[in-house]
């Protein structure tokens, strides 16, 4: 189970075994995210805007890459990120972006 808890704790990722509740890793830096998932991936969008992508691991998750969106004030990225046709969308503010996630040649 993968998630955000923003409420208590402070602003956490973290991974949770499903049948019994233990977390088996947690991460602060990606602070609260919006995420969604595809093909084996997870997508998160946190609230200063900064996108990243994670592997699905044995172990909980792993960082692959990040990038950052135009500098908006905090909390302005609360938009859920959108994996379709092998795009990524992304909507804030008065914004829309498509970014190509597709690999070349499939």
């Known amino acids: 189970l993968y998630g955000c808890g923003c409420r208590m704790g402070g602003k956490l990722f973290f991974c949770a075994d499903f049948l019994t509740g233990q977390i088996k890793q947690s991460d602060k830096t990606l602070s609260k995210v919006a995420i969604t998932s595809a093909d084996g991936m997870i997508y998160c969008l946190n609230h200063r805007g900064r996108m990243s992508l994670l592997e699905i691991t044995p172990a909980g998750f792993r960082i692959v890459s990040h990038f950052d ?4 004030p905090d909390n302005s ?3 859920h990120p959108v994996v379709c046709g092998g795009r990524l969308y992304l909507r804030y503010a008065e914004h829309l972006y498509a970014y190509e996630v ?3 040649g499939t």
Do not use: D, V, W
């Open 102 to 104: 597709r690999a070349p």
């Open 69 to 72: 969106l135009e500098k908006k």
């Open 77 to 79: 990225y609360l938009g």
